[in-house]
């Protein structure tokens, strides 16, 4: 069965250090997404894709994430620089072409920033 | 925009009891609206969805959940549950093409966690 792919699995980085994390989607799907999710909430919007365009980053804090899908395959999320409160779990998902369709996860990325 | 309410932070429950797991959303336009499950150190595996027609949606491992659209709720039941469910749920919604203009990102719950007792 094909899987959302993300490495690495855990990353512990200081504070002021650039970190930076991949997700490969299930091959043909087009739209893809990150999520953060904070220790005991729910998963959080930070960017969405559909191919290689940006659909949706308006929860995204641009001053220090940025996020690229550059040939509508993978991509790659990244936080320059990480701050303490960027401890978290980093989520990307995919789907066919969003909307109705099921977002499958991938096992996550989780961040200690120290 | 839209909002999800998970009323209980944590559910125990003995094992072979039947479970419900509330959830309640808040929007202005129609929504799709999902559970989801995830185990500890894991993504999010999609238990159920709603999308339209019939308002009981049955998933996988034996849930399903109904759609009350004048309670605006969602709530997730299960008959008789396995140590094995143990984990964290998820209630999301989002919305439909075109209303929501082609952004379709999940706002989830802040999660129930379903403790199974021996």
């Known amino acids: 069965e094909a899987e959302v792919a993300q490495s690495p699995r855990y990353k512990i980085t200081e504070k002021s250090q650039a970190v930076a994390f991949w997700c490969d989607p299930i091959?043909?799907?087009?739209?893809l997404y990150w999520y953060r999710q904070i220790l005991g909430q729910g998963p959080e919007l930070l960017v969405q894709?559909?191919?290689?365009?940006?659909?949706?980053d308006s929860q995204l804090p641009k001053d220090r994430f940025s996020a690229e899908r550059l040939k509508g395959v993978d991509s790659t999320l990244k936080i320059q620089p990480a701050e303490l409160g960027d401890s978290a779990m980093y989520l990307c998902?995919?789907?066919?072409?969003?909307?109705?369709?099921?977002?499958?996860f991938g096992p996550g990325t989780r961040l200690l920033v120290l | 925009a839209q909002s999800v309410t998970q009323l209980d932070s944590q559910v125990p429950v003995f094992e072979e009891a039947p479970v419900e797991l509330r959830c309640n959303y808040s929007?202005?336009?129609?929504?799709?609206l999902f559970w989801y499950v995830q185990y500890p150190n894991q993504g999010l595996q999609l238990l159920l969805k709603y999308l339209s027609g019939s308002t009981l949606v049955k998933g996988i491992n034996g849930f399903e959940a109904e759609f009350n659209k004048s309670q605006t709720s969602f709530h997730l039941r299960k008959p008789s549950v396995h140590i094995s469910d143990t984990a964290e749920y998820f209630c999301a919604v989002t919305i439909p093409f075109p209303i929501g203009g082609g952004a379709d990102g999940l706002t989830f719950g802040k999660g129930t966690h379903l403790i199974i007792q021996p």
């Open positions: 091959s043909g799907h087009a739209t």
């Open positions: 894709f559909q191919d290689e365009s940006v659909v949706d």
């Open positions: 998902a995919s789907s066919l072409v969003g909307g109705r369709e099921t977002q499958y």
């Open positions: 929007s202005s336009v129609s929504v799709y």
